[in-house]
Structure formats: structure tokens, C-alpha cells
């Protein structure tokens, strides 16, 4: 339905000759309001108390005070004005291509034609302009006037084809936590500063006759000539934002893709640039980085993760190892439980380690996928442990937040144990300190919900950044297990040292068994064990091995000083 059509439109005619005014006013009053002037400093006054209300101008460009052009050299300098048709209205015909230069869109020679072909001419431009005023909305960002995302990408086409001997490089320009920003100074403050580098990016498109985009809330893409000092535009953005906010309240990063990857389309460039972008997340020390062929393998590789999933769990390629955990509370150190670690041997990448390809399935969904395949292998391994020695040894499995948030969790962990004759106090489930932060009270909950059905929970990488007195008082757990960049460092820092302390005797406070993970040599070894620390796990007793290795290790009875 075309909206339009349910007004009136409103035209001015500003003309010298009385009689041309009556005979153009009688023709147009049939279907638009009309409103008269004979002069220019008049038809230039009601155009500007009448912004957005005008549709066409009628201009004589013989008027008295300020001529024709004049009017419409006036118009053009102001924005509004400028985009409201002019039809000139001219009997000679050397005033038409001075006209078409300021913007005139059509004429009427004097003798008018019929009533009929002037009703056309008028109609037509008024619907062009409409129609182009309708494609200007989308065409531009109403906050920032940079180019839609959509338009942007059709319009560097097109720069890209009538340059073809210019290199060009596609530039990926965002915000860290934008949205604070908007919390802490409200939203209008937060259109400043999108505003202000949006400026910015207008300006340097300008400079090397690019064009600027804004992709989505807090992101811009930026097409310009290639030049290596890329720190130029960013300095420039940076400089303008620090007039507006404290340096460590935001901070701008910047990917590039060069345009010497001739071979990719425009879209793909700026993925490629969003890519490198995307890179300085967790990087505080560079503020862009530029897309290269390293960046490139490794997109590449992730891309080949995730769509290999599927066929890699069909085709067994994945494999479940463990590690042993050991007791080094008496005398002797004794085998107490195993912890079950996944690897992958990928037909062209080789032996992959977990850390790998599990943060690829967390941020992709597929964490699930992996986590259920592990508890399912780890849990039919217990069964077959138990039925060839006889005695269960508790075997841990990870837990991923994603799991956490599965109503159905306990009962398919239920369902997996009670399949394969075990009992859930022996299937141990880590759960990452990290998750508590995403939402305490589901997870407080989960946590319940598993132990009351009999399971028991240890908090993996305790310290790892996210621990607290407050969640150790809250979340019921059965032990805390040191986050292994502790480990590392207890030997030669007497500060790690004593956080490994303080975090041992907390646990001791609670009640709970400490774990230690990563322990590779005799005198991390000693030093946990001198500090009270239960159960150690780590390359100094064994790296994560096969279930026929498990086997014969718990053959033999262990029972020297190691």
C-alpha cells in the first residue's frame, strides 16, 4: 500500500508574471496545495519556515530582488533546502544547462505545454524525489550518515571497479565494552561518541577517496587507498575520544586486511578484517593488528574444527585418556582417582591436544556434543575397568557452563551411570570456577541438584580470576582444585607460594579435599605436600594415558617412594 497517496502535497510556485502564476496555480490546485510568490527573497523565506513541508519549486529564474539562480545556489548551501526538485521555468534555452549545474530537475518553457504534461512533468519529479529520498534512509545510517552495511559493500564494489589499478584496504574499527559507556553516561552521551568517530572515519575516507560503513552497534568499517601507517587513523580516532572519556574508560582496536588478497571478494576482505579486529579482545597492548597468511592457517583451521566435528565422532577419531590422580596425604603416594582429558587425531592436523579444539566447541555450541561423547566413553571404560578388576576407581569428567544450563543435565548423567553399573559418587564432575560468574543462582542450583543425586563436584582452576570467599560460602562443593598456573610458579615466588597456602587452608576450613594440577616436579611435590595439599595430579606421576596403560597400572600395587 502506497501511504503516499493519502495527502495532499504542497508546491510553490515563485514567478514575476501574475498571469503565469494564475495559469500554473489554476493547472496544479486540481491535485496540490499551491502557494504563490513573486519574488526570490520571498520563495527562499517560505522554503526555510516551511522545511520539510514543500515537495517541488516552481522557479522563474527571472525574478525580481534574487533571481532564479540565486535561489537555487542558496538552496544548495543549506542541506534541508537542497533536496526539495526544482523545476525551472525558462523560455530560453542557453538557461538549461546552467540550471541542470545547480540541480534543477526538469524545466517548463514559456508558453506553458497542456495542463496534462505539466500535471506529468510535476508528478514525476515529485515521485523521483520521494523515491530517492526512501533510498537515502537505508542507504545511510540516521545516527551516524555513514553507509549501511548493504550499500556500503554495493558502492565499494563499485569504487573497486572504476579503480582497478588502486589497492585498496579493508579496515574493521570497533569498540571495547561500548556498552558500559552507555550505563555509565547513558545512551545520548554514547550516540557522542559514535558520532565522533564516525567523523573521524568520514574524514579519512575522504582524504584517500574511500568510503565509510557502520556494521552494526558499536562497529565501522572503513575502504580507503592502501598506506602502511595504519597507527595514523587510529591515533586520530583515539585523540578525539580522549577529549570526550579517560583513557582506560574505552578503547578503540582496529583490523586490517591489505589489499594485496586480490583474489577474495570485498565481503570476504572485511571478514578477514573483522578476524584481525577480533584477535585484540584479550590483547590490552595492541590496538590493530593486520591480517596476514598466520592469521589466515589459523582461521582456516578453526573453520576445519568445527566442520569436522561430526565425521570425527563418527569416525572415532576422538580418544579419551587419563590421568591419574595421586593421594600424597601418607606415607607413600597411592593412585585415587583418574581424570578423563579427550584428544583428537585429526586425519590432517595429527595428535591434537584438548586445549586445541575445546575453546572452538565453547564458543560454537559443540561443547555439549564433546562433553556427552566423554562421559559416555568414560563412563562404559568404568564398566569394563570394573569388570576385569573387580573395584571401581573414580574417574572425573568436565562440565561445561553450556551443561549447566541443560534441565535435563542429572538425569541423563543419572541415566549414563545407571546403564553401566556405576555410582554417581565415583563419576566425579569438574566444574570451571569461571562459570559461577554467568549466573550464580543456576548454577547454585545445578550444583545441588547433581549432589543430591549422589555425584560429587569439584571447582576446577580455582584462582584462575574469578574466585571468592562469598562463592566458596554459597556453592556447595565436594573439593577445589588449584588452578595449574599456581603450580607453576611455586618454586621460584614466595607470593604464589603463599596463595597456595591461604587457598589449602581454606579448603581445610571447608572441610574438602585440595587437588593440585600440573605437577612435574619432586619439589612442587614437596612443597604441596608440606602445605597440606591431598591429592596431585601432573607429568611428574604420569601424563594422560590409554585405558590398556590405566589397566596395568592398576596391576601393579604401588607402593614405593617415587
Known sequence: MDNTKDFRRSILVADAKAADRKILSEILSQQYDVIQTENGSEALAILRSRKGQISLLLLDLLLPEIDGYA???????????????????????????????????????????????????????????????????????????????????????????????????????????????????????????????????????????????????????????????????????QFHLSELLKETEIHVRMGICQGTFRSISIEQSFDRALYACNSLRENFTSAFAVYDEKMHEEEVRKARILSDFADAVEKRQFSVLYQPKYNIHGEFPVLSSLEALVSWSHPEFGKMRPDTFIPQFEKNGLIQKMDKYVWKEAACQMRKWKELHGTTIPVSVNVSRVDLHDPKIVDYLLQITKENDIDPSQFLLEITESAYIDDNNILVETVKKLREAGFKVEMDDFGSGYSSLNMLATLPIDAIKIDIGFIRKIIYDKKTMYLVNVIIGIAKEFGIPCIAEGVETKEQLDLLKNAGCEIVQGYYFSKPISPEEISELRKKAIRQDI
Open 71 to 237: 535561489v537555487m545556489e542558496s538552496m544548495i548551501k543549506d542541506g534541508e533546502l537542497a533536496k526539495i526538485p526544482v523545476i525551472a521555468l525558462t523560455s530560453e534555452k542557453s538557461a538549461e544547462v546552467k540550471s541542470l549545474q545547480l540541480a534543477a530537475v526538469d524545466f517548463l518553457t514559456n508558453p506553458f505545454d497542456t495542463p496534462e504534461v505539466i500535471l506529468a512533468r510535476v508528478r514525476h519529479s515529485i515521485a523521483l524525489n520521494e523515491q530517492t529520498k526512501l533510498i537515502q534512509s537505508t542507504e545511510r545510517d540516521l545516527l551516524t550518515h555513514l553507509y549501511t552495511k548493504e550499500y556500503f559493500f554495493e558502492y565499494a564494489k563499485q569504487l573497486q571497479e572504476r579503480n582497478p589499478n588502486t589497492t585498496m584496504d579493508s579496515l574493521a574499527i570497533n569498540l571495547t565494552n561500548f556498552h558500559l559507556i552507555n550505563e555509565i553516561y547513558g545512551r545520548n552521551f554514547g550516540n557522542i561518541i559514535l558520532q565522533t568517530i564516525a567523523a573521524d572515519i568520514t574524514q579519512l575516507a575522504e582524504e584517500s577517496e574511500g568510503i565509510g560503513c557502520r556494521y552494526n552497534a558499536d562497529g565501522f568499517f572503513l575502504y580507503m587507498a592502501h598506506h602502511w601507517n595504519y597507527e595514523k587513523p587510529l591515533e586520530r580516532i
